[in-house]
């Protein structure tokens, strides 16, 4: 691809997510304040008040929410809590801008959080998590306090709304990063949803396959960009007969109500999905943004992204849609009790304002 050179060099940040399975243990769960270590707190500056947008959910087991988006039933379900070092993640971002958002300097828990929607008499889970995988990257998280760490939750939390993996009809992928797909395959590489069609780009697809990590100059970034093909390709081979290509191109209906469109610059086909085409709707931006100090700071990039100048070319654009449409956002790998919320005018930007799902 053309923009290989350029997309490459976002790529060795985000080499610590693709690493096989391997067993350990995990901890019990903890309960969560409701101000999650390392969420975003209001700065003191100017906010534009807005009337906020409504969402009645409800809490099932195992922290599992469900909620209505214009009709269509939507279930939160947690694959995993990983605690990240900081400077993955931020070390762009000022040390004055850390401290006003209340970001923590030294380690933050994400979450690796993903829609299973019900469509059209369909499962349709947007990725799946990084499922044993997580171990991997915890182990590189090596630096981190790991006591809150939790991995490979999914299966799990499907029990709650009363499914297993047999029962998942299709599974979007928005990009092919570990904490999206590696939870396609079990701790032996073998299939765990063999009843779900697998919808990629095909930007996505044929970035990862035709990428030549020979002509990489320097040794390690090589070898790591050789390894970070290897995982791609591994799942790629074991799912490729359950995989519909997603066209390049704007925004598609992939199920009623249900929408497609491209995000590329965290990955090189990275596919952004909106659910609801009434007066409520949805918006899953994938990886987009990180964490919802980059709602604040849309023009300072994040780690993992492939394409940082791409990735921050979306930003603003992007928030200032979700905000003249009063939406609901979906925020992957925010923090716990802030990954669902919406978007209000503060300054020059956007301040991010989660739903306090402890309510029903």
Not at 30 to 51: D, F, I, K, L, R
Not at 64 to 80: H, L, M, N, P
Not at 89 to 116: A, G, I, R
Not at 327 to 354: E, M, R, S
Request: aromatic share 10%; with cysteine; proline share 6%.
């Amino acid at each position: 691809m053309g923009n290989s050179r350029r997309i490459l060099q976002g790529i060795l940040a985000s080499a610590v997510l693709f690493w096989g399975c391997r067993s350990a243990q995990t901890p019990e769960p903890q309960q969560q304040n409701s101000e999650s270590e390392g969420a975003e707190t209001a700065p003191s500056s100017q906010t534009v008040a807005v009337t906020a947008p409504t969402l009645a959910a409800r809490q099932l087991e195992n922290g599992v929410f469900s909620f209505e988006i214009d009709g269509t039933r939507i279930y939160q379900i947690t694959d995993a809590e990983m605690n990240y070092e900081s400077r993955y993640l931020f070390s762009d971002v000022p040390e004055e801008v850390m401290k006003q958002h209340n970001v923590p300097s030294d380690q933050v828990l994400l979450t690796w959080t993903h829609p299973l929607i019900k469509v059209g008499g369909k499962n349709v889970m947007l990725g799946v998590g990084g499922g044993c995988g997580g171990e991997g990257v915890r182990g590189v998280m090596s630096e981190a306090d790991h006591s809150t760490t939790r991995v490979d939750l999914l299966q799990d939390n499907l029990k709650a709304i009363g499914l297993t993996a047999d029962d998942i009809d299709a599974i979007v992928v928005t990009h092919a990063h570990t904490d999206h797909i590696n939870g396609l395959l079990n701790e032996n590489e073998e299939v765990l949803f063999p009843n779900a069609t697998i919808y990629i780009s095909k930007v996505e697809w044929d970035f990862w396959n035709d990428l030549d990590p020979e002509t990489i100059e320097d040794p390690l970034r090589r070898k790591t960009i050789t390894g970070l093909k290897e995982g791609a390709l591994r799942h790629f081979a074991k799912i490729e007969s359950q995989v519909v290509y997603i066209d390049e191109g704007d925004r598609q209906e992939l199920f009623p109500g249900v929408f497609t469109e491209p995000a590329y610059g965290h990955t090189a086909g990275q596919i952004m999905v909106s659910v609801g085409s009434g007066a409520q709707k949805m918006y899953y931006f994938s990886d987009v943004f990180l964490h919802p100090v980059f709602v604040s700071i849309p023009d300072i990039s994040q780690g993992f992204d492939a394409d940082p100048e791409q990735n921050n070319a979306l930003k603003r654009p992007f928030l200032e849609r979700f905000e003249k449409e009063n939406a609901i956002l979906w925020g992957q790998n925010f923090p716990p009790t802030t990954v669902i919320g919406y978007v209000v005018p503060q300054d020059d930007a956007w301040l991010w304002t989660p739903f306090d799902l402890s309510v029903d």
